[in-house]
């Protein structure tokens, strides 16, 4: 059975930090392209980051591109997302995505609350 689990999301005052995790069970989270989205009132869904499954290699999107950080563990079955100089703007539901094209298969976390604001 395949499960994603993000870990607890909080409030967090602007420019500080918060790292979310993702981890999954009933599959290799090293075996498909791992993605961070995010969710507001304004925009139904917006692609943050990907870590790819070949290579690890990693892109961002241009609105949190140098502040956060995806990264994988492969011994945890684990992914990250370390979000640094946060601002008012990333306050989201934040969702873990595990997609793979052959065979096809994806799979969604729950999502988790980030709010920044003082």
């Known amino acids: 059975e395949v499960h994603v689990v993000e870990s607890r999301g909080g409030l967090v005052q602007p420019g500080g930090s918060l790292r979310l995790s993702c981890a999954a069970s009933?599959?290799?989270?090293?075996?498909?392209?791992m993605s961070w989205y995010r969710r507001t009132p304004e925009k139904e869904r917006e692609w943050v980051a990907t870590?790819?499954?070949?290579?690890?290699?990693?892109s961002y999107a241009d609105s949190v591109k140098g502040r956060f950080t995806i990264s994988r563990d492969n011994a945890k079955n684990t992914v990250y997302l370390q979000m640094n100089s946060l601002k008012p703007d990333d306050t989201a539901v934040y969702y873990c995505?595990?997609?793979?094209?052959?065979?096809?298969?994806?799979?969604w976390g729950q999502g988790t609350q980030v709010t920044v604001s003082s």
């Open positions: 995505n595990a997609f793979r094209l052959d065979p096809g298969a994806a799979y």
């Open positions: 870590i790819r499954s070949s290579g690890g290699t990693t």
């Open positions: 009933g599959f290799t989270v090293s075996s498909y392209v």
